[in-house]
């Protein structure tokens, strides 16, 4: 009788134990969600400002493409509704070969000239269709904004 006891609580235990590892493993899923979650709204919100910044001209276009290349970058895969960024991408890329802080600050006053005038270049070459994928990005931005936070 005392051996039927004994094993009624050990598998009570088991029970309790297992039911209790589920529960903190749903919460812990529950908050990687939210983290998830609260770092794409931060990622759409910077998105927003950089494009808007960009179509205001309050920043150069390379460097918004460049800092909206990497935002992008960390999207989800799934994000929707897709929109052609692609002259975002391409500009930060073709200016991924430029020299930036200490590098920029150990070259002579003429490799620094050099390099902001390809650079500027680049951007007379390409600020129409990056200026054209900024807008697209705008006219998504809330949508993305919904459909992340959900």
Same mark, same amino acid.
């Given at each position: 009788m005392v051996w039927k006891l004994i094993l009624a609580v050990l598998v009570g235990l088991a029970i309790g134990a297992a039911l209790g590892g589920l529960a903190w493993r749903w919460m812990a899923r529950r908050q990687e969600r939210a983290r998830q979650t609260a770092r794409y709204r931060?990622?759409? *919100?910077?998105?927003?400002?950089?494009? !808007?910044a960009l179509l205001q001209g309050q920043v150069d276009s390379s460097e918004a493409s460049i800092r909206m &290349?990497?935002?992008l970058d960390c999207?989800?895969? *799934?994000? =929707?509704p897709k929109v052609d960024l692609a002259a975002i991408h391409q500009l930060a890329e073709d200016c991924g070969g430029f020299d930036r802080g200490e590098e920029r600050r150990r070259l002579t006053p003429a490799e620094r000239n050099r390099q902001d005038l &390809? !650079?500027?270049q680049l951007e007379d070459d390409q600020n129409p269709a990056?200026? &054209? =994928? &900024? /807008? !697209?990005? #705008? /006219?998504?931005? /809330? #949508?993305?904004?919904?459909?992340l936070s959900a």
């Open positions: 931060e990622l759409v *919100d910077s998105l927003d400002v950089l494009s !808007r &290349a990497v935002l999207l989800p895969p *799934d994000v =929707a &390809a !650079r500027l990056v200026l &054209a =994928a &900024a /807008g !697209r990005l #705008q /006219g998504v931005i /809330g #949508q993305w904004r919904t459909r």
